[in-house]
């Protein structure tokens, strides 16, 4: 991409900072729509034989990528999500999906041509996924809740748009036209929206973006939540993939329908987390649990029943998919928080959530038909939602929220403070910044005294400023449009100069000065 194709791209991004956080939208809609066979399967399969199939081998394969790219070197991390690479990606995934409608049952129904498509589609889309967290992990707790609203919303208005598409089909029978164009077409949209620099995510802005990277440590709590996602996403797949084998492909698009028609109420739901100013406390880990109490209460519905269908059904599906969004969430205010590697923590994230669904597949498949011939339907939910309920429990005694989201160091806010605070959305930056009011510029003026007495570089000194005024790390790097690494990186060597241990340290030495050379005036 040559320079005027790069500025025209960042014109986006100017003029619309959430392009490149809808890429996830995209991501979701694109699965969907796979998921449910309305982009490539033909309408007379008479089971869900090869839908199953493709949730195997897509998801496998992007759980196997996830958990090996988070064991890579820095080194080979860095490149990942570089644009290049991930416009690549984009073309790989467009290419996969190609292979996937050929190679399906209407059309050739070649076996091999249709897993490598699986493949492609799999390993292509965790590369899509790393550049969306990264730019995630960016954001503030509310303005993170309010980004993934917003995907959520453009997730069911872009597959609303494919089952309203024109049913003019290539061949009789299969899939029309429009929803092979949009089935090919999203993965290149996808990693277009996912490269455009956004002032939300400020590392994309950088001339050569690099993706941001972090030693912040992984928790205990966090590898026990990991574990309780896997076990989520186990048993709600287990159940999904066993309905989905035994339905026929239109009701699996009903399914999916309803399914996707349910993120609207989940998107209103964060909205209103996002902006309420009395959910600020809010525990991260009595939501995990309210969601493992829903899916318990599935369980229950189908062990009364003794057959898996209906609203149970959909409840169960309902809570996967708000399983998924928290999981997401959690990653984002891990890395936000921690600054843990973005890459090791959404691929161990990313890759048990996936991993416990592809075990949930293969256990809902080949082993649960076989142990309903033991015992009863009844018999089996009852006991897994004793299970669910059982580790919701563990779960509320020994995990807490507050070590899990804790700051790295101690002049940082908490994750209670930053949603007591108001929404900043982001500024697009400019060179040429403006001093501020004129009744701070006398402060500024004093601060600056100080900086040069005690050798502050330029950038150092306008972040001395800053903090002496009481801004945050965080504001200050939305402010002068840099990653938090970088200010935290000035802010350290600011105190270790005056001699200040902390933010707040700092604040007070400098308004001392600041009161002693007026007096001194």
């Known amino acids: 991409m040559d320079e005027r194709e790069r500025n025209t791209v960042a014109r986006f991004g100017k003029l619309w900072p959430s392009l490149p956080f809808l890429a996830t939208g995209l991501s979701l809609a694109w699965n969907d729509i796979a998921f449910s066979g309305a982009g490539w399967l033909s309408a007379t399969e008479s089971n869900g034989a090869n839908i199953t199939l493709l949730y195997l081998y897509f998801n496998g394969t992007f759980a196997l990528a996830c958990l090996a790219v988070a064991l890579l070197p820095r080194r080979f991390r860095l490149p990942l999500i570089r644009p290049r690479i991930v416009r690549i990606a984009g073309m790989t995934a467009a290419f996969g999906a190609l292979l996937i409608i050929l190679a399906g049952p209407f059309y050739l129904d070649a076996v091999l041509p249709f897993n490598i498509g699986c493949v492609l589609m799999g390993v292509s889309s965790m590369v899509i996924m790393l550049r969306c967290a990264s730019a995630y992990s960016q954001l503030a707790p509310r303005q993170l809740l309010l980004y993934l609203a917003l995907a959520q919303i453009a997730e069911v208005f872009v597959y609303q748009l494919n089952m309203c598409a024109p049913p003019g089909l290539a061949v009789e029978g299969g899939p029309s036209l429009a929803s092979i164009v949009i089935c090919i077409g999203l993965p290149l949209l996808m990693a277009f929206f996912a490269t455009i620099p956004s002032p939300a995510a400020p590392f994309t802005m950088q001339k050569n973006p690099q993706m941001p990277e972090a030693n912040g440590a992984i928790t205990r709590g966090f590898v026990a939540i990991l574990a309780v996602f896997f076990l989520l996403a186990f ?62 209460m599935s369980f229950v519905g189908l062990a009364l029943l003794s057959a898996a269908g209906g609203i149970w059904q959909q409840l169960n599906n309902i809570c996967y998919t708000v399983a998924g969004l928290v999981n997401w969430c959690i990653l984002s205010l ?188």
């Open 334 to 521: 891990v890395v936000y928080q921690r600054h843990t590697s973005v890459v090791r923590t959404f691929g161990l994230g990313q890759g048990l959530f996936l991993a416990g669904c592809v075990t949930g597949c293969y256990w809902g498949v080949n082993v649960l038909p076989n142990l309903l011939q033991i015992v009863s339907p009844a018999e089996f939910f009852g006991a897994t939602a004793v299970v669910v309920l059982l580790v919701a429990v563990l779960m509320m005694i020994f995990i807490d929220s507050n070590a899990l989201f804790a700051p790295a160091s101690q002049e940082e806010e908490t994750l209670e403070e930053m949603m007591q605070q108001r929404i900043i959305m982001p500024q697009i930056c400019t060179e040429d910044e403006s001093e501020g009011p004129a009744e701070r510029r006398p402060f500024r003026t004093a601060m600056e005294q100080v900086a040069a007495a005690h050798q502050l570089t330029q950038r150092e000194t306008e972040i001395f400023v800053m903090l002496a005024r009481g801004l945050t790390v965080n504001a200050i790097a939305e402010q002068l449009c840099l990653s938090r690494n970088t200010v935290r990186t000035h802010a350290h060597a600011v105190y270790s100069k005056l001699g200040v241990h902390s933010r707040e340290e700092l604040m007070k030495d400098a308004r001392l000065r600041y009161n002693a050379e007026k007096s001194f005036v």
């Open 235 to 296: 048993v709600s797949s287990t159940i999904n993939i066993n309905a989905i084998s035994q339905s026929n492909p239109a009701d699996t698009l009903i399914s999916t329908n309803i399914t996707t028609l349910l993120r609207i109420p989940v998107a209103l739901a964060f909205i209103y987390i996002a902006i309420s100013p009395r959910l600020a406390s809010l525990d991260v880990v009595k939501v995990i649990w309210v969601f493992m109490l829903l899916l318990a």
